[in-house]
């Protein structure tokens, strides 16, 4: 049996998915939509166990997957930072995505503590390598990396080694992804997109421009009036706006209530 003929299976469980959220509910804070969670381990090449989560469309295959690569672990970061969480909470359903969160090496979070220790976005590249293997191996179709802040620099240094689809950049601080490493995204072919707050604490739009010019084929995003966490309900709103406009504009505009019912899966997707 395929992954996709599993998650076809598992729509019986629907029922049971979707008890609690009721038709017309807004979609703010923590709600969670309708989504089928699976607790996951990644293995990296250096032999570390990397702790994770999986969340799928509910009874039909995701069109896209967004590998998320979470912000600095030393100043909190973890898989469950609100951005990223909320992206598994709710664009399984909205969107018909896959969304893939996990603790970097010697990160901890509810769902657990990743091996390793904090490799100072060196020994993270076999983290990111871990994710992507574990995407080729379930076969999840159009993979986007998604990093925040530190994320950022991941996807950033060494999205380009594997097949992804894109990357969004979530407050990019440009501070361990060199000039030579953002440059070699230009005329790659691979979609470049970052959201730049209006009042970032370390990258805002105007310098933005100046040290994206080493690749100019990236899409800038200018968010009047964010900041680099993104806190409250219209920063959150526009964040996973953005992203679903890039990954799957079919879905495009989320619903602000429940509907009651899973997006029609009748979407495309972008990129290559």
Do not use: C
Not at 168 to 179: D, G, T, V
Request: glycine share 10%; aromatic share 6%.
């Amino acid at each position: 049996m395929t992954h996709s003929d599993q998650i076809k299976t598992d729509s019986a469980h629907s029922d049971a998915v979707n008890a609690g959220v009721a038709p017309g509910t807004p979609i703010r804070g923590g709600i969670e939509l309708p989504a089928l969670r699976e607790e996951i381990e990644l293995h990296t090449g250096d032999g570390l166990t990397l702790v994770g989560e999986l969340a799928l469309p509910v009874g039909r295959p995701p069109v896209a997957t967004l590998v998320t690569l979470h912000p600095l672990p030393t100043a909190g970061g973890f898989m469950d930072s609100h951005i990223l969480r909320k992206a598994a909470a709710r664009l399984p359903a909205l969107a018909d995505l896959a969304v893939l969160r996990f603790n970097t090496r010697g990160t901890s979070s509810p769902r657990g503590t990743s091996d390793g220790s904090f490799g100072e976005g060196i020994g993270e590249q076999a983290d990111v390598a871990a994710a992507m293997a574990f995407v080729a191996e379930r076969g999840l179709p159009n993979p986007w990396l998604l990093g925040w802040s530190f994320g950022t620099e991941l996807a950033i240094k060494y999205g380009l080694e594997h097949p992804i689809s894109g990357a969004i950049l979530l407050s990019p601080p440009l501070h361990r992804a060199s000039s030579a490493e953002l440059g070699a995204w230009a005329g790659s072919g691979t979609p470049l997109i970052a959201l730049i707050p209006e009042f970032d604490d370390y990258l805002r739009p105007a310098e933005a421009a100046e040290r994206f010019a080493v690749a100019p084929d990236a899409r800038l995003i200018n968010v009047e009036g964010g900041k680099h966490l993104w806190v409250g309900e219209k920063q959150t709103a526009r964040v996973l706006a953005e992203i679903v406009d890039a990954v799957n504009p079919a879905a495009s505009p989320l619903s602000e209530v429940w509907p009651g019912t899973v997006h029609n899966p009748t979407a495309t997707t972008t990129g290559s």
